[in-house]
């Protein structure tokens, strides 16, 4: 079976059940001087001309949101707290009369912390195709009226937003109904964001999900390139790479590369990069093991780095939160110590879940 359809993703509810608009629960931004978090900022890369730059996110760290489930767990798991980590938000658990309120709240604790926030939008129709973390709304007006509600929420606060895992890469696939509505759903999101204000990274898959025709240029990614152009990366700050996923970082600067070139040679110039680094630290992944593998590790810790196209490491998918019920997990999105414990290096364990 090909990697692309064994790939999970693990929906993640849990953050969810804090993040609640207006809710008492909410609590306020951490001290990052005091605790010590590591809020990803590059301070050899920014340079003086960074710090004269207009845009905040040339010269803030990344949020880090105590709320996440990591910091419920116990210094034990501190490694992972400490790190800023992605809000993904979904329509099942924040509907389209909440999400506005749950961003804002979001940005707003950024905001006060003087750091950049970081949201996923995960709620695109058929989302994950009829795998672990199948759902999404059901159809382009139902996502448009949510996207723009998420946008609502934004504001003027200046967040990094990765635009729907899987949803591009998936098209190649053959199974999702959805193709065509697909592309004009992340275009209409894309826009919206963007207008917002958000930097949005439409997500490109990773390095080992391949087309599987190498009819054009010999390469194993034909037509994702030109994909990212009909979905609108060109008013978009460009793409991510290996989101939940494991490949190592020398490969995936090695795919987002060649995916730079190919958008230069369609036309669109200076697209940028990310790459989700929470889960690739393992020296040998394993191709078609993607389901909590016992052999993953936390790999490099979230930076900023502006470093020509690539604009950085991010934390997308929360290192501890399962992919789904294999390898000793739980339902996809639940935290679980001993998933966590493995990718501190912990093969011993004996805790659950």
Known sequence: MPLALTLRRALLA???LALV???SAVVGPPSSAADGADTGADRGAVTSAARKAKDPRKTRGLYVDTRMPAHQQ???????AKRPQALWLGSEYYPTDQVAGVVST???LAESAGKTPMLVVYSIPDRDCGQYSSGGLPG?????KWVAQVAKGIGSSKPMLVLEPDALPFYH??????ANNRIKALRSAVRKLSKAGAWVYIDAGHSGWTTGDTSKDDTPWDGRAELLKKAGVA???GFSTNVSNFR?????????AWMVRQLRKLGIKGVKYVVDTSRNGAKNPVDGDVINPTWARIGQKPRLRFDKAFDGTLWVKHPGESDGTVNGGPASGQWCDLLADRLLGDEKSQNGC
Not at 173 to 178: F, L, Y
Not at 248 to 256: F, S
């Open 248 to 256: 190592r970082m020398k490969d995936e600067k090695h795919y987002a």
């Open 173 to 178: 696939q053959g199974t999702c109904g959805n």
């Open 106 to 108: 979001y940005v707003d």
């Open 140 to 144: 382009v007006d139902a996502y448009k």
């Open 21 to 23: 608009a207006g809710s």
């Open 14 to 16: 849990l953050p969810a």
């Open 235 to 237: 008013g978009a700050r």
């Open 74 to 80: 116990g210094p034990a798991y501190s490694k992972i």
